[in-house]
């Protein structure tokens, strides 16, 4: 019952929120285009024209040593008391692996794979609301920012059934607003992330095109819940291997095709990462839509925690999640 409190409670909020804690940018606050400029709002002053023209072709940027040591280092202590107990969180969504769930329970934080909706947690969510990750942020999304989908990862070694890996998928099969143009991910490494232990991989690209259908990939050793990927997808296609040092940040759209490889070491990858939205975004109906599997996964898995009674729709799950960072809040 105080899980379904904390839940309700957040889903009507006021739409004239202030964050008075973040500076605002010189960004351009228009949703629209402008010649050939599809991705990076006009006029803005923080993006040379070259990273401007790198995120418009490849639908990524990374931009390196963003985050503090000692910010990360916050985090990752956080997320220790988060799994061995000592820290609470409402709301917060624990995932292990699904190689590691069928084994020996393992004691810390090697039991848990991610931890998703931190937004609750004033820790973690100050990663959120670094000005430094907001103001790249504003680039893409204008001023009036929400955050919308929270993570921190952590990369498990692979047990040898391939599971740690995560398949080639497009963020956007999981988001029911839009414009697709006025979202984001900031993701961070937390430590230096390779080949070796799963880093990023994208197609340069793949952003300009349309969003396709998604679903469980028929993998031998199993895939974790809700790792959806794309079912059409063909490895044969340019891939670029994102090899991050701690405190890098890439920030791509949500069409960019991505995922990463297994984690060939014995040590745990971290990284944590937020999806931002303009709060001038309006959610859609995805009835009908190749996104209709996912609302209705995230409906069994909510009635599953709260009960078959509740009252509960896929737009619902995302105005749970979605916390204002800057700006006003306007449709999210």
Known sequence: MDRLKVVTSHLRRPNDVTAGSITPYPVSASLGHHQNIQYVLNKNLLLSPQQCESYERDGF????????SDDIDRYCARFR??????VKVPALTIMKDVSIAKSEFVVGERAITKIQDFQFDPVLFEFCALPQIVKYV????????MAMHTMLINKPPDTGAKTSRHPMH????????????????????????DRSNGCLVVVPGSHKGELQ?????QWEGGVNKMYHGVLDYTPDQERVHLEMQKGDVVFFHPLLLHGSGTNRTQAFRKAIS??????ECEYIDVRGTSQQTIAEEVDEIVKKRLG?????????????????????????
């Open 274 to 279: 937020s999806h931002y939205a303009a709060s």
């Open 308 to 332: 078959s009674e509740v009252d509960f729709n896929f737009d619902d799950a995302w105005r749970i999640k979605g916390k204002l960072v800057h700006g006003q809040q306007i449709n999210l």
């Open 81 to 86: 008391g988060i799994c061995n107990g000592t």
């Open 170 to 193: 497009q963020d956007l099969h999981y988001f029911p607003f839009r414009p697709a143009e006025r979202i984001v991910c900031a993701w961070c490494a937390m430590e230096k992330v």
């Open 138 to 145: 504003e680039c893409f999304t204008g001023p009036n920012i």
């Open 61 to 68: 940027l990374v931009i390196r040593d963003l985050v503090k």
């Open 213 to 217: 259908e998604h679903g469980y990939p």
